[in-house]
């Protein structure tokens, strides 16, 4: 299905990953399905997670891609998000905009200024504009990887939060498990995910293929998800040249 998720309405509703959720219902029209839809009805196309397909593969990456990736694996365990003498946010779109600016680009650049902080969907306004949005099954070094509902933004309580959270891909291991650096509560780390089996956290030979991405808590409503592939929205590939 053709991504059209328009990236001023996302500039303008989506705060930055670690920021204090609104009291206010940003979306309260957005549904869940049970194959992960999300829609508005004022004209939003579905983003639609890539549960059950063949996914995914590494390409091979042009030079700046992998030195995204490569970027990406210098910040694991930094307290702080420094390139060239700029600091970002120490958060995951923080990250990402780090590790992008380190070849020279800016994911906040093309929208327009937010009051009260950017974030995960200014990020993914700026792929729309200036790269790919897509659910695999190739993917690349340095993508950005997005996931819905990892926390409750907008603090009403239900399943309903899409693009709150961003990493970048490091590689792709032989089984399709991918392997991104992002920004949590514990600092920078390494996580893996596994779209072909979604549900399974680790495999019965003691393999990780899906880490925890969201908390669990004692008022999550029976819909809630926690695992990587559980929550992966899409990929964002930028840099092709």
Known sequence: ?????????????????????????????????DMGVYERNEGIVPVRET?????????????????LARAA?????????EVGGRRFTFDCSGLARGVYFSQGVDLYDGLRELKGGNG??????????HGR???GPTVHPGDLV???NTWDFN?????????????????????????????VSRGIQ??????????????????????????????DPKATKYLTGQLFAAFGTLLNE
């Open 120 to 129: 995960v969907g200014r990020i993914y306004g700026h792929v729309m504009q």
């Open 190 to 219: 390494r996580f893996r995910m596994n779209v072909r089996a979604p549900d399974t956290h680790r495999t019965g030979d003691g393999r990780v293929l899906n880490d925890f991405m969201r908390k669990k808590g004692s008022r």
């Open 133 to 135: 949005v897509h659910y």
């Open 51 to 67: 549960r059950g397909r063949a996914c995914c593969t590494m390409a091979v990456g042009t030079q700046r891609q992998e030195a």
């Open 1 to 33: 299905m053709t991504l059209c998720l328009l990236a001023v309405l996302l500039a303008a509703t989506l705060q930055a990953c670690a920021t204090a959720a609104s009291s206010s219902r940003l979306w309260p029209d957005m549904l869940e399905g």
């Open 155 to 183: 603090g009403d309580g239900l399943v309903n939060d899409p693009l709150t959270h961003v990493g970048v891909v490091e590689q792709v291991e032989s089984n399709g498990t991918v392997v991104f650096v992002s920004r």
């Open 73 to 81: 694996i210098r910040f694991l365990g930094r307290s702080r998000i």
């Open 146 to 148: 997005f996931f819905h």
